[in-house]
């Protein structure tokens, strides 16, 4: 399983990013597929999951500001990230689990700026 973030880097408060998450070596379109992010000193916490079936749950405080999104034919997971605050600033980490086993990619820096 390889999962390959992309779309990361610097950007005023009050602007966008699109994060984007290649899978291979899973039959995608089965998968949960789900962002988390991890501040410095900070836990990793959740940001957004989305189903099989395109059912999505957000954590609070992205509700309204971050939109997840699958493309099954590219086995690619998105994340649309608008009004970001400086409070957004992290690693935001792809993530689904096959079996018991969590995968997680190597993770793309988000840095806002205020």
């Known amino acids: 399983v390889q999962l390959v973030e992309s779309g990361g880097g610097l950007v005023q408060a009050g602007g966008s990013l699109r994060l984007s998450c290649a899978a291979s070596?899973?039959?995608?379109?089965?998968?949960?597929m789900g962002w988390y992010r991890q501040a410095p000193g900070k836990q990793r916490e959740l940001v957004a999951r989305?189903?099989?079936?395109?059912?999505?749950n957000y954590a609070e405080s992205m509700k309204g500001r971050f939109t997840i999104s699958r493309d099954n034919g590219k086995k690619t997971v998105y994340l649309q990230m608008n009004s970001l605050k400086p409070e957004d600033t992290a690693v935001y980490y792809c993530?689904?689990?096959?079996?018991?086993?969590?995968?997680w990619g190597q993770g793309t820096q988000v840095t806002v700026s205020s």
């Open positions: 989305i189903t099989s079936g395109g059912v999505t």
């Open positions: 070596g899973i039959i995608f379109s089965l998968n949960v």
């Open positions: 993530t689904t689990r096959v079996g018991l086993t969590d995968y």
